[in-house]
């Protein structure tokens, strides 16, 4: 396989884990055991923002395509449509900040609610779970 099809895997990755980072939650109401990868896929999104940090996908997919011999991206598809989503132009410390607290607010909520959901198991079954009970 080729350093460019690599890199290319590894920008998929990226959006791929970007995507699940913001909208893992979301998967975790219908199936609770994703929580064991989401929820610390999720603190490791925020401590990137937080933190100021590089992901280290970023550098992995800068090595492969200098492997490649190439220099920057050229307008293909994947470079076209995801990269921009994943290294937006323009990126500030303060829009970094702001992603965080948009991952850590859409999380705390979702979570928030699978732990009302445990707490009281009959708040999303309606009249059904009354009925039972008078039986």
């Known amino acids: 396989m080729s350093y460019r099809l690599l890199a290319d895997a590894v920008v998929v990755a990226h ?3 970007i995507a699940f980072v913001m909208g893992g939650g979301f998967l ?3 199936w609770p055991w ?3 990868l989401h929820l610390p896929a999720a603190c ?3 401590l990137i923002e937080l933190g100021g940090w590089v ?3 970023t550098p992995l997919e800068n090595g492969l395509r200098q492997a490649a011999g190439e220099a920057g991206y050229q307008q293909g598809f994947i470079e076209h449509y995801l990269l921009p989503i994943i ?3 323009g990126l500030t410390r303060g829009i970094q900040l702001g992603m ?3 991952v850590i607010l859409i999380n705390l909520a979702i979570y928030g609610w699978l732990v009302h959901l445990r707490r009281h198991p009959r708040a999303g079954t309606g009249q059904a779970g009354n009925d039972r009970e008078s039986r």
């Open 15 to 17: 959006f791929l884990f």
């Open 28 to 30: 975790v109401l219908r």
């Open 34 to 36: 994703l929580v064991v």
């Open 44 to 46: 490791w999104g925020a």
């Open 55 to 57: 992901c280290p996908l």
């Open 87 to 89: 290294y937006p132009a």
């Open 100 to 102: 965080a607290a948009v």
